[in-house]
C-alpha cells in the first residue's frame, strides 16, 4: 500500500516530534485531546484515522517488473558482451553468440531476483504489527483491528500482546515489555508511568514508553497512541530500509573496472592490426574478420560466468555449513572484509541470562552454586515465579529463570521443594521497592525468603548468615563487592532470609529483621564457539566489533572475555557519538572496539564512517534495529534461528545455526572463491593477450597472418571454456586464513598479476611464431596449423601451472582438481580432433601434422609450463 498525503500534514508532524516520555498523562491526554478515563469516541476515531493514515508500515513505491529487468543488462561489461554476441552471429559463429546469450540472460535473471530484497524486508516490517488490540474506546473496551489504531487511543497491553503502536503508558501493573529486536537490551524491561527527566535518553531507557512491534512479556499496563504508522520507531526503521542504497561488492567493482579498461584496450589493438593488414596489402574482408574475430576472443565472455558458477557453488558449499548464501557476490565479499561489526545479544551471547557469580560467607565464587548454604539455594528456587511448562521446560521472567536453573543444578528444583514449602503469602518485586519477598510454612513455622537490588535489601538486614552461625553484616563490603560485580558487566541481586515462629502481621513484617545470605551475578553469556571464532577472525586480519543497545558494562565484560577488547579499550556510548561530530568520530572509529546503548541510525553511522575510512564492513545481527546497518553494510549477516524476518530479508547471508562460527568459515569460503577467480582471469587474459601478440607482431617479423578468425573463435571456444570452470573448484590455498584481507582499494591486477599476463603473454606468443617461423623457412605447408596448435597447447600448459601462486603442480597432483584435469584432457583431445577427423579439416582449416611435427609442437607448448613453475620456484625461495 501507497503512503497517502494525508499523512504529511504539518499537525501530524508537529504532534509526532513531542518528547512524550517528558510529559505527565494528563499534559499527553490534554495535548492530544483525549478522555483518559473514555478514551476517543467513534466519531472522532474515525476523523483522526481520515487524517493520519491507517497504522501501517507504507511500502515506498518502487520499479516495475519490465524496468527492473531491463536495468539488468545496463552494465558496461554486459554491453559489451552483448556487442559481442551480435557480432559473432554477424560473422556466422552462431555458437559463441549462442553461449554469450546465456551468460548474459543468467546474469540478468540473478540480478532481477536480487532486486526484490527491500520490499521483502518492508513486507517482513509489516507482518511485526499486532493484528488486533483491546482498545478503550467511548467508556468500553473494544477489540480494533491494529491498522486502524489513531493516536489518542488507549490501548490495554497483556503478556504476550505485541504493541501495535508507540505508547505513552499511563498505569502499569508489573508490566515487562521484550524490546530486545528493537534496542538490543537481552532482558524484558520493567516500565512505569513516571515521569522521565532526561531529554533524550536512549530508547532502552525510556521507561514510560511502549513502542510498536515489541513484546508484553509480564504484568498488564494501560498507554495512550501517541504514534502510529511510519512515525513510529519501527516505521522509522522502515524508512531508513527504504532510503539505504546497497554498495557493490569488491569483485562487481574490479571487474566493472577490468571490463571498461579491456575493452577500450582491446578495440585499439584490433583496430591497429586492421590498419596494419591493410597496409602490407593482406584481403580488406580477410583483415576485417580477423580484427572483429580477435576483438570478440579477447573479451573472456565466460568470466561473469566463471564467477557465477564459482560464487555459486559456493554458496552450495556454504549451505552444507549451516550459511545460506541470499546473493551469490555475499561470500567473495566476506574473503575481503576489514570489520566485523556483531550485535551482542543473540550473536555472541547466548540470549539467555545465567548465574555467573555468588558472593556467599564473605568470598567470592564462580560457577555452580552445589555445595552452597541449604538456605541460599531454597531462596533461589522458592522465592521465584519461574515454573516448568507441560514439556518441562522452565519458563518465566529470564532472570528467575537463571536463579531457578541454579538452584536445580545443585540439586534444588522448586518444583518439589514447594510441595513441602508451600507459599503462603508474597509481596510482588516492583520497581520502586526492587524487592520481592514471599512467606513460605516449614515444619510447623514460617520462613521469609527476599530478593532484589543489594542497595535497597541490605538495610532491611540486621546480620549475614555463616555457616558457624549468624554473623554481624558488613554493609559498606557487601555493597563495594556488589558494585565491584556490576563493573564486571552482571546484573547483581541480594538474597536474604528469616525465620518466624508466627505468621506476620502485614507486609512490612516480612521484609524487616532479615538475615543476609548473599549476592548472585547474572549475565547473559557468550556462546561457547564465539571465542575461537574471533581469534580466527584477528588471526585473518579482520577486526571484531561489538555494537549493542546493552549496558556498557555489560557490553565490556562480554568483550573482555570474548578478546574483542582488553582492559584499556573504551566503550563509546549512543550518547557519546551523539555529541561527537563527524569529523571527530572518523578520526577515532578504527580503534574503537565496544560500542554500548547505541540506537539503529547510529549503528548506520559507524558502518558507514568505517567505510569512508576505506574499509570493508560486514554487519551481523538478529534484530529489526539491526536491518538498516545490515542493508548498507558491505555484506549484512543474520541470525537465522533467533533473528527477526526484517533482519533476514535485509541481509545477504543468513547463519542457519545463529553460529558466529560460521563467518570465519564464510570468510576461508569468500577468499578461496576470489582467489579462483583471479587465476581464472590470469589465464584467461594471459591466453588472450598471447592470441593478441601472434597477431600484432608477425608482420613486423616479415611473416603472414597467423592465424585466421575460425582459429581464433576456437581457441577462445576450447580454452576459455571447460579449464576455466574448471579453476572455479580449485581447492584452497595453503594459510589462506593466516594472510591479512585484500585492501578493498586493490586493482585486482595487484601482486604481479599484470606483469605475469604481460611477459607470460609475450611468451606464449613467442613460441608460437617460433614454430610458424621454423615450419615457414623449412618450406611446411602447415605452419599455420603448427601456430594454432602450439598456441592451444600453451594455454592448457598455462591454466596447469597457475593453480597456485606458489606450490608446484608436481607438489599439488595432477588428479587434485579431477574436473580441471578432465578439462585439459577434453581439450587436448578436442585439439587432435580437429587436426586429424578428415570431416573437420576443411571446417577449421588445419592439416593432419607429421609425429615430428606433433613432437615439435609439445615440446614448445611445455616450455610455457616450466616457465611458469621456475616463476613459482622463485617466489618461494624469496619467502
Not at 326 to 346: H, M, N, Q, W, Y
Not at 684 to 695: C, K, P
Request: hydrophobic residues 45%; neutral net charge; glycine residues 8%.
Amino acid at each position: 500500500m501507497q503512503a497517502t498525503k494525508k499523512q504529511e500534514n504539518p499537525e501530524k508532524s508537529k504532534r509526532f516530534e513531542t518528547p512524550w516520555h517528558l510529559l505527565e498523562p494528563w499534559q499527553a491526554a490534554a495535548w492530544l485531546k483525549v478522555d483518559p478515563e473514555k478514551g476517543l469516541d467513534h466519531e472522532e476515531s474515525q476523523r483522526r484515522l481520515d487524517a493520519f493514515g491507517p497504522n501501517m508500515i507504507m511500502e515506498q513505491r518502487r520499479r516495475g517488473p519490465v524496468r527492473m529487468f531491463i536495468g539488468q543488462f545496463t552494465d558496461f561489461m554486459i554491453i559489451v558482451l552483448i556487442l559481442a554476441g551480435i557480432v559473432s552471429g554477424l560473422i556466422g559463429e552462431s555458437s559463441d553468440t549462442i553461449a554469450i546469450a546465456v551468460i548474459v540472460v543468467l546474469n540478468g535473471v540473478i540480478g532481477f531476483i536480487q532486486e526484490f530484497r527491500a520490499e521483502r524486508a518492508v513486507a517482513a516490517l509489516k507482518r511485526l504489527a499486532s493484528p488486533t488490540a483491546q482498545v478503550l474506546r467511548g467508556g468500553s473496551i473494544h477489540t480494533v483491528a491494529a491498522r486502524d489504531l489513531v493516536p489518542g487511543d488507549l490501548v490495554l497491553l497483556e503478556a504476550g500482546n505485541v504493541v501495535p503502536a508507540d505508547l505513552r503508558l499511563l498505569d502499569v501493573a508489573r508490566l515487562k515489555v521484550e524490546e530486545a529486536a528493537l534496542t538490543g537490551e537481552s532482558l524484558p524491561v520493567e516500565k512505569n508511568g513516571a515521569l522521565l527527566r532526561e531529554l533524550a535518553p536512549p530508547l532502552g531507557d525510556r521507561r514510560n514508553m511502549a513502542y510498536k512491534g515489541t513484546i508484553a512479556t509480564y504484568g498488564r499496563g494501560l498507554g495512550m497512541i501517541v504514534a502510529t504508522g511510519m512515525e513510529t520507531e519501527l516505521g522509522k526503521i522502515a524508512r531508513l530500509l527504504s532510503q539505504d542504497k546497497e554498495s557493490k561488492t569488491p569483485l562487481q567493482q574490479r571487474l566493472a573496472v577490468f571490463g571498461k579498461r579491456l575493452a577500450l584496450l582491446v578495440l585499439t589493438i584490433c583496430a591497429i592490426i586492421f590498419a596494419v593488414g591493410l597496409l602490407r596489402g593482406e584481403p580488406p574482408v580477410l583483415m576485417f574478420l580477423t580484427a572483429v574475430s580477435l576483438a570478440v576472443a579477447a573479451i573472456p565472455e565466460a568470466l561473469p560466468a566463471v564467477s557465477t558458477v564459482s560464487l555459486a557453488l559456493g554458496a552450495r558449499r556454504m549451505v552444507q555449513k549451516n550459511a545460506l548464501i541470499r546473493r551469490l557476490p555475499a561470500v567473495e565479499t566476506l574473503g575481503s572484509v576489514t570489520f566485523i561489526c556483531s550485535d551482542k545479544t543473540g550473536t555472541l551471547t547466548q540470549n539467555r541470562m545465567q548465574a555467573e557469580a555468588f558472593y556467599v560467607e564473605e568470598s567470592m565464587r564462580e560457577g555452580s552454586a552445589q555445595d552452597f548454604p541449604p538456605p541460599l539455594l531454597h531462596a533461589l528456587a522458592l522465592n521465584n515465579d519461574a515454573r516448568r511448562d507441560e514439556h518441562g521446560i522452565v519458563v518465566g521472567d529470564p532472570t528467575e529463570v537463571a536463579l531457578y536453573e541454579a538452584a536445580v543444578r545443585a540439586g534444588y528444583d522448586g518444583a518439589e521443594l514447594v510441595k513441602t514449602m508451600p507459599r503462603l503469602d508474597e509481596i510482588p518485586f516492583d520497581s520502586e521497592r526492587k524487592l520481592m519477598s514471599t512467606l513460605h510454612q516449614d515444619d510447623g513455622g514460617f520462613v521469609v525468603y527476599t530478593k532484589g537490588a543489594p542497595e535497597n535489601l541490605l538495610p532491611l538486614c540486621v546480620e549475614q548468615w555463616h555457616a558457624s552461625g549468624s554473623q554481624l553484616l558488613a554493609v559498606e563490603k557487601v555493597m563495594a563487592t556488589a558494585e565491584q560485580m556490576a563493573a564486571q558487566g552482571l546484573r547483581v541481586l541480594a538474597l536474604a532470609w528469616r525465620r518466624l515462629a508466627e505468621a506476620p502481621q502485614g507486609g512490612d513484617a516480612l521484609e524487616s529483621g532479615l538475615c543476609f545470605l548473599g549476592l548472585v551475578g547474572l549475565m547473559d553469556p557468550p556462546r561457547p564457539e564465539a571465542k575461537q571464532a574471533v581469534d580466527l577472525c584477528r588471526s585473518a586480519g579482520i577486526v571484531p566489533v561489538m555494537i549493542t543497545g546493552d549496558h556498557p558494562a555489560t557490553a565490556k565484560a562480554i568483550a573482555l572475555r570474548l578478546g574483542i577488547a582488553d582492559e584499556d579499550s573504551e566503550v563509546l556510548t549512543g550518547q557519546d557519538l551523539a555529541n561527537m561530530s563527524l569529523e571527530e568520530f572518523e578520526q577515532r572509529v578504527n580503534s574503537v572496539r565496544v560500542y554500548a546503548r547505541v540506537a539503529p541510525e547510529q549503528k548506520i553511522k559507524i558502518v558507514q564512517a568505517l567505510q569512508d575510512k576505506g574499509e570493508f564492513v560486514a554487519m551481523t545481527g538478529d534484530g529489526v534495529n539491526d536491518a538498516p546497518a545490515l542493508g548498507i553494510a558491505n555484506i549484512g549477516v543474520s541470525m537465522g534461528k533467533i533473528g527477526t524476518d526484517v533482519a533476514r530479508e535485509a541481509s545477504h547471508m543468513v547463519l542457519l545455526d545463529d553460529n558466529f562460527a560460521t563467518i570465519v568459515t564464510a570468510v576461508r569460503e569468500g577468499r578461496r572463491i576470489f582467489d579462483n577467480i583471479r587465476k581464472f582471469i590470469k589465464y584467461a587474459l594471459t591466453g588472450n593477450s598471447a592470441e593478441i601478440w601472434t597477431l600484432f607482431l608477425a608482420p613486423f617479423i616479415g611473416l603472414p597472418i597467423p592465424l585466421l578468425p575460425i582459429h581464433i573463435l576456437w581457441i577462445n571456444l576450447v580454452t576459455d571454456g571447460l579449464p576455466g570452470l574448471a579453476l572455479a573448484v580449485e581447492p584452497e590455498e595453503r594459510g589462506i586464513m593466516q594472510r591479512p584481507p585484500r585492501p578493498p582499494q586493490q586493482s585486482i591486477f595487484a601482486e604481479g598479476m599484470w606483469q605475469h599476463i604481460l611477459w607470460v603473454g609475450l611468451l606464449m606468443a613467442g613460441v608460437s611464431l617460433f614454430a610458424q617461423g621454423w615450419a615457414y623457412v623449412t618450406d611446411s605447408p602447415r605452419w599455420q596449423t603448427m601456430v594454432f596448435t602450439v598456441l592451444t597447447l600453451s594455454q592448457m600448459g598455462h591454466v596447469l601451472a597457475i593453480r597456485s601462486d606458489r606450490v608446484s603442480l608436481f607438489r599439488q597432483g595432477l588428479l587434485s582438481n579431477l574436473p580441471l584435469f578432465g578439462a585439459v584432457m577434453l581439450t587436448f583431445g578436442l585439439q587432435m580432433a580437429v587436426l586429424y577427423v578428415p570431416a573437420l579439416q576443411p571446417i577449421f582449416k588445419t592439416q593432419a601434422l607429421s609425429l615430428n611435427e606433433l613432437l615439435f609442437c609439445l615440446g614448445l607448448s611445455s616450455v610455457v609450463f616450466l616457465a611458469v613453475e621456475i616463476e613459482k620456484w622463485i617466489r618461494r625461495r624469496r619467502t
